[in-house]
C-alpha cells in the first residue's frame, strides 16, 4: 500500500456540464470529511455498505465553494485498491482547480500520469496486460478499437499465457531439483510433459505473433496504398472515399508527387489511405522521389487498391516490378477500373475488377465495402489478436527461448542448460502479464496515460 494520498481531476480542464475529481490513499476518507458537509446526513460514516453516494456542500473554508456530489469507496472495493473519494462537481475551471489548491494544503498531492492505475495494478487490481488495455480503450476511436482493448481488459490472452507460466514453474522446480543431484542421472521432470508443455507454449505464441501485423492494423488504422498510372484518377479516389478535397487532381500527368494520406472508417475499421505518385518511367528527380515513396507505400501496405483507367497505361516492366511486392507483403489486391463513364473495363483485367467512377462518385462506396471485407477475410478475433508491441518482442524473445529448450530435450543434454532457457521463457511470459517487471518497465507503459487515470 501506498502512504501518501492523490488527487487529480479525472475530466478534462475546461467548461463542462460536470467534472469529476478524484482522490485515492488513506486519508481520502478524512479530506472528504473535512471539506464536504452532506445535505441530509450529519456526518460522512466510517461504517456501512460501500460504495456510498451523498449529496452536500463543498466547503472552502466556510464558504461554500459547490454543491457538490461525493462518491465513497472503500479499499479494497475501489478502482486503486485504495480507499477513494471522488468529488462529482459543477465542470467550472475556478471550482475545479480551487478543490486542487484545497486538497493539496490539507496534503494530497497531485498524480503522476497513470498513478491510479499503477496503484490498481500495485494493489492487485488488475494485470498489467488489463492496465495496458485501460490507455488503449481511453484512445480507442474506433469500434475495431474497443473490441481489441476491452478483450485485453477481460483477460484476453493474457490469462492463458499465465496458466501456462504457472505450469511451466511447476516443471521448472522439479528439473532444478535435478540439479541438486546431478552426480546422479535421475530425471524428476517427466520430459514428455515437458516437451508437450513448451509445444504448446510455442503454439500459443506463434498464433498471437503472427496476428501482430493484424493487431497494429486494427491500432494504428489499416495501410491502404492506392497506386496506378499517372492519371488514372487515384487522387480523384482518395477524395470520393474521403469526401474530401484532400488531394490535387489535375489532367496533367505527375500531378501527386509526395504520397498524400488520410483515414477512412467503415464499418468500425480505420483504415489510413495512401495517395501515391503516379508509376511511369520518368528522368524527372522529384518525380523519381515520389515514385520511390509509392513502392514504399505500396511494400507496407495490407491491401492496395490499384487503379486502371482507360487513357492511363502502365507499362508491362512496372506491372512486373509490383506484381511481386504485392505477393511478397501478403496485401489484398482490389482492382478497380476508373473513369467507366469513357469506357467499359478492359476484357484483359481480373473478372472481380470494380467498374467505378471516382469523378460521379459512382461504384465508389462498392470500393468502401471491399476494404471492409478484405479484414474481415483475415477474420479477426480480438481476444487472439496481440495489437501491443511490449507483448510481441516479449513472445518473441519467449520462443526463441522455447527453440533453444526444445533443442536441449531433443539432444539429451544435461538439466543445467535445461533450467537456464527454462527460466528464460518463464521470464518472458512473466513480463507480460506483470508478475515480472522491473520498474523502468512500469515508467515506461505508465507514463502513457493521462493524468488522473
Ligand atoms: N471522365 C473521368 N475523369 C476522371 C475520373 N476520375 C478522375 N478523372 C480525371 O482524371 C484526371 C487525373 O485525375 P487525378 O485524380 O489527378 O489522377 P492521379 O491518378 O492522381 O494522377 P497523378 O497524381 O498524376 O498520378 C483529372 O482530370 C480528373 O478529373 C472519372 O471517373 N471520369
Ligand atoms: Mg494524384
Known amino acids: 500500500m501506498q502512504d501518501d ?16 475529481i478524484r482522490v485515492s490513499g488513506p486519508k481520502a476518507f478524512a ?18 455498505s460501500f460504495p456510498q453516494v451523498l449529496v452536500g456542500h463543498l466547503m472552502d473554508g466556510e464558504e461554500v465553494l459547490d454543491q457538490a456530489v461525493l462518491l465513497l469507496f472503500r479499499a479494497p472495493h475501489s478502482y486503486t485498491g485504495e480507499d477513494v473519494v471522488e468529488f462529482q462537481c459543477h465542470g467550472s ?15 494530497g498531492r497531485l498524480a503522476r500520469p497513470g498513478e491510479f492505475t499503477l496503484r490498481a495494478f500495485l494493489n492487485r487490481k488488475m494485470s498489467l496486460t488489463q492496465a495496458e488495455a485501460v490507455i488503449d480503450l481511453i484512445e480507442a476511436e474506433t469500434q475495431a478499437q474497443q473490441r481489441l482493448a476491452m478483450s485485453q481488459m477481460r483477460g484476453g490472452y493474457a490469462e492463458r499465457l499465465e496458466r501456462l507460466r504457472t505450469e511451466l514453474l511447476e516443471v521448472m522446480a522439479l528439473v532444478e531439483l535435478e540439479l541438486d543431484f546431478s552426480t546422479e542421472d535421475v530425471e524428476f521432470a517427466s520430459r514428455d510433459r515437458l516437451r508437450g508443455l513448451l509445444e504448446e507454449i510455442q503454439n500459443v505464441a506463434t498464433r498471437l505473433t503472427a496476428s501482430f501485423a493484424t493487431g497494429q492494423a486494427l491500432r494504428q488504422g489499416v495501410p491502404v496504398a492506392i497506386i496506378g498510372a499517372p492519371n488514372a484518377g487515384k487522387s480523384t479516389l482518395l477524395n470520393a472515399l474521403v469526401q474530401d478535397e484532400r488531394a490535387l487532381v489535375s489532367p496533367i500527368a505527375g500531378t501527386t508527387r509526395d504520397t498524400v494520406e488520410d483515414y ?136 526463441e ?27 518472458y511470459l512473466g513480463s507480460i502479464t506483470g508478475a515480472i517487471t522491473p520498474d523502468e518497465v512500469l515508467g515506461a507503459i505508465f507514463s502513457r496515460f493521462c493524468i488522473g487515470k
Open 401 to 427: 527461448g522455447v527453440a533453444r529448450a526444445l533443442d536441449i530435450l531433443n539432444s539429451g543434454q544435461g538439466s543445467e542448460m535445461l533450467a537456464f532457457e527454462l527460466r528464460e521463457v518463464a521470464t
Open 5 to 20: 494520498t492523490i488527487y487529480a481531476p479525472a475530466t478534462p480542464e475546461g467548461r463542462s456540464a460536470v467534472a469529476i
Open 264 to 399: 477512412l472508417i467503415v464499418g468500425g475499421v480505420s483504415f489510413r489511405l495512401v495517395d501515391t505518385a503516379g508509376l511511369r518511367d520518368t528522368q524527372d528527380p522529384v518525380e523519381i522521389m515520389g515514385i520511390e515513396r509509392a513502392f514504399s507505400a505500396l511494400s507496407k501496405a495490407r491491401i492496395v487498391i490499384w487503379v486502371h483507367a482507360p487513357d492511363a497505361r502502365l507499362s508491362k516492366e512496372l506491372e512486373n516490378q509490383i506484381r511481386p511486392v504485392i505477393q511478397q507483403s501478403q496485401a489484398t489486391l482490389i482492382t478497380v477500373w476508373n473513369k467507366q463513364d469513357l469506357a467499359p473495363p478492359d476484357p484483359t483485367l481480373t473478372p472481380d475488377v470494380i467498374p467505378i467512377s471516382a469523378r460521379t462518385g459512382q461504384g465508389v462506396e462498392i470500393v468502401r465495402q471491399a476494404l471492409l471485407q478484405a479484414v474481415q477475410q483475415g477474420s479477426v478475433n480480438p481476444a487472439e489478436t496481440l495489437s501491443n508491441l511490449r507483448h510481441y518482442q516479449a513472445l518473441s524473445r519467449c520462443l
Open 31 to 48: 479530506y472528504a470529511r473535512q471539506i464536504f458537509r452532506p445535505l441530509k446526513k450529519k456526518h460522512i460514516s466510517e461504517h456501512g
Open 93 to 107: 475551471i475556478y471550482i475545479v482547480r480551487r478543490l486542487g489548491q484545497i486538497l493539496s494544503n490539507l496534503g
